[in-house]
Every structure is written in C-alpha cells, then in structure tokens.
C-alpha cells in the first residue's frame, strides 16, 4: 500500500498564480482533510470530506476549494494564491470501524507565495 | 467551537527521566482523542487513541489518559530517550462524521 500520497513536495508561486495540490489514498478511507501547519500555530484544518461527494469547511478555509468526486482522491486548489498561504500543508485521511480509527498523513507540502 | 491547547509549548528534560505531556480540551462531548508524533520535516505519526469510552492506553513505554468530565489528556513517556525527541501533538473529534482538531503540539526535547 502507498498510503497517502500527496503531490508535490516543494512549491513556489508567484501572488495570484493558481495550483492544485494532489492528495490521493489507497486505503479506501471515507475520511479526508486538508491541514496547514504554521510555526508556533499547530495544524489548522482547512476543508475535510467524510465521504465522496461530501465536503465542508475547516478551521481556515477561506482561499481554498476543494471536491470529492472519487473516494480516493481529495485535491487542494488556490485560486489566486497569497503570501499569508506560505506554509506546509498535510493532507490526512482515516478509516472508522467498530469506533476504531486511525489516521494517516501524507509526508507534506511545502508552499511558497513570493 | 472545540479548541485544543498543549502547554508547555516547549520542554527539555535529562535522559532517563518520566515525563508527562498535557492536552486539554473545551468541549467534553468528544468521539476519540489521539497523540501523534511529528519529527522536524516529516508528517505526523499516531501514537495512541483512546476512544471516548476509555479511561487510557498504552503502547510500549507510552501510556495515554482521558478525564472527559475535566477536559484534559496526558501522555506519559517513561524511561525518555533522546530518540523521543519530537513534537507531541493531540487531536480531538466530536462523532465519526466531524472534523479532527489538533493542538498545537509540546515540542520535546531529551537530553543525553
């Protein structure tokens, strides 16, 4: 199994420039999210899915969209991006069974808007 | 609104030493709660979950508590390692279906 598998590690825009951040899982999780993680800040949760076709609004979500068409992959996109979104964004996703659960995190993105 | 607090932000201790790592949270109805490990660069491992039904867990020299009524959660490293070395945080989750909020992590540091 991969995982999650998020792409791509490194990235600089320029302010206004748009991008997508991918996200993918093979491990058939209902659950998904997108956090950004900030010095001194913790993670932030910006969007987060609980199912294909379902999604909703985090902790930071202003500047992002996000969809869910499949179940396994849940893609990030900046639309105009700015410089206060310059961080290291980490892309989660987790099964529920039984009140078990576990969750998994993709190695990260780091983003710079210059 | 669930927020998550993690104090100290920061703290370094001798090897050898027991330690416990704090969480607290201000809403009691939670699901489950978990501590993660995070190293410099990487993503976040989990460590531990204790369902909202539980009172701890434990994993090899890790032992994780929960006291819903007061809100808090600790994390109990025995016999530290400079391996141990990493940012320790916890997240939180109301039902199966709602988001995981997370603290902003104690970054630990044990020295040799």
């Known amino acids: 199994n991969a995982g999650v598998t998020q792409t791509p590690k490194f990235q600089v825009l320029k302010t206004g420039q748009s991008m997508t951040l991918q996200c993918a899982q093979d491990?058939?999780?209902?659950?998904m999210s997108w956090y950004r993680q900030d010095p001194g800040m913790g993670l932030r949760l910006i969007h987060y899915?609980?199912?294909?076709?379902?999604?909703d609004q985090g902790e930071v979500p202003n500047g992002y969209n996000v969809s869910r068409s499949t179940t396994e992959d849940f893609p990030l996109r900046l639309l105009s991006a700015a410089p206060s979104q310059t961080s290291v964004y980490f892309c989660?996703?987790?099964?529920?069974?039984?009140?078990?659960?576990?969750?998994?995190f993709g190695s990260g993105t780091q983003l710079s808007v210059l | 609104k669930q927020e998550v607090t993690q104090i100290p932000a920061a703290l370094s201790v001798p090897e050898g030493e027991n330690l416990v790592l704090n969480c607290s949270f201000t809403?009691?109805?939670?699901?489950?709660l978990q501590w993660f490990r995070q190293d410099p660069g990487k993503g976040l491992t989990s460590l531990l979950l204790i369902q909202s039904s539980q009172r701890e867990q434990t994993s090899g020299r890790l032992n994780a508590s929960l006291d819903k009524s007061s809100g808090r959660s600790t994390l109990y490293i025995a016999a530290s390692q400079p391996g141990d070395s990493a940012t320790y945080l916890c997240a939180v989750r109301r039902s199966s279906a709602s988001k995981i909020i997370f603290g902003s992590g104690t970054r630990l540091s044990i020295r040799p």
């Open positions: 899915s609980v199912g294909a076709g379902i999604t």
């Open positions: 491990m058939n999780h209902e659950y």
């Open positions: 989660a996703s987790s099964y529920s069974t039984q009140g078990r659960e576990k969750l998994f």
């Open positions: 809403d009691s109805a939670i699901y489950n």
